[in-house]
């Protein structure tokens, strides 16, 4: 039998994805820093109850972690990890579910011994306080190896699946995150410049010509990159999410509004450089991405 799962990350999905891990008897158990484990008494989903999943903190750790599953913030992720690295088996596999791109790549070079996944999520949870969730519809969550090993992620996926929290492997991840990328980058950001849920922003008129905007500017570098086979109707792509979701305020909303630092640089600013090295000029975006970044010094 496969190692349980270790997840780091005990946030609004990795909290949902742990108590969902948990009541299919797949035994996770959640890696803390040493001041949370301190305050930690069990996760508390809303309406279904306390769930006392084990938890550890790296330095409590005894044997080598095999199975890492990575949910935290991607601005978190690399300071996170390497803090842990040395409790990491040399061939540990380690699969990053978070939004925006670029961390994984970051640490595939810095960790080439790791079996590196990457994965995106369509699942809705917001923490209303810590270790305290409540679950905001359910989405469909896909993983794939950023080198191709799909026989792997398959495994992967079979082992992180569970019922409310269905998994599925991916044989392109990039374009699996590339569209993810697209729907952050015109919703997360504008629902903060217009301080709304994202189903406002197909009812102001503003904010609406500024969704329109993004998409095309979007559009336009996947042109660019050869890529737009992988965003073919953005709009209509993005216009579904937002109805779907429109009483959620976006991650990127509840970052700003606790005062927490956004992930504005793996989603708009990762944008933002890719279309600077492709010389393309997206002023929408690089507009919000400065806007964005001002409102929190950790995010620079
Ligand atoms: O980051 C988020 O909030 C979500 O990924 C999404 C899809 C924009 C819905 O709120």
């Given at each position: 039998m496969s190692d349980p799962w270790l997840i780091l990350g005990?946030?609004?999905?990795?909290?949902?994805?742990?108590?969902?891990?948990?009541?299919?008897?797949?035994?996770?158990?959640?890696?803390?820093?040493?001041?949370?484990?301190?305050?930690?008494?069990?996760?508390?989903?809303?309406?279904?109850?306390?769930?006392?999943?084990?938890?550890?903190?790296?330095e409590t750790i005894v044997h080598p972690i095999s199975r890492l599953l990575v949910c935290c913030k991607s601005h978190q992720t690399l300071s996170a990890l390497s803090d842990i690295a040395p409790h990491l088996a040399p061939n540990a596999t380690v699969v990053v579910v978070q939004n925006g791109m670029g961390v994984a790549e970051q640490l595939q070079k810095k960790y080439p011994q790791w079996q590196l996944f990457s994965g995106t999520t369509t699942n809705g949870a917001h923490r209303s306080a810590p270790f305290t969730i409540t679950p905001a519809g359910r989405g469909d969550t896909l993983i794939g190896s950023l080198t191709g090993n799909f026989r792997q992620a398959e495994t992967l996926a079979e082992s992180?699946?569970?019922?409310?929290?269905?998994?599925?492997?991916?044989?392109?991840?990039?374009?699996?995150?590339?569209?993810?990328?697209?729907?952050?980058?015109?919703?997360?950001?504008?629902?903060?410049?217009?301080?709304?849920?994202?189903?406002?922003?197909l009812s102001n008129p503003a904010a609406y010509r500024d969704l329109q905007q993004v998409c095309e500017e979007f559009f336009q570098l996947s042109v660019a990159l050869g890529r737009e086979s992988w965003v073919e109707n953005l709009l209509d792509t993005v216009t579904e999410v937002a109805c779907k979701t429109a009483a959620n305020r976006s991650s990127m909303l509840q970052d700003v509004e606790a005062g927490r630092a956004t992930e504005i640089e793996a989603i708009t600013g990762y944008v933002c450089g890719i279309a600077a090295d492709a010389g393309i000029d997206i002023p929408v975006n690089q507009t919000l991405y400065q806007d964005i970044r001002q409102l929190h010094p950790a995010t620079r």
């Open positions: 005990a946030g609004s999905i990795g909290a949902l994805w742990g108590i969902r891990l948990h009541q299919a008897g797949k035994t996770p158990t959640l890696l803390l820093r040493p001041e949370a484990l301190g305050r930690y008494e069990g996760l508390t989903l809303s309406g279904e109850g306390k769930f006392c999943l084990p938890a550890v903190s790296a992180l699946s569970c019922p409310g929290f269905p998994v599925n492997a991916c044989s392109d991840i990039t374009e699996a995150l590339w569209q993810k990328l697209a729907i952050n980058c015109a919703i997360n950001p504008l629902t903060v410049r217009y301080r709304c849920r994202n189903g406002e922003l």
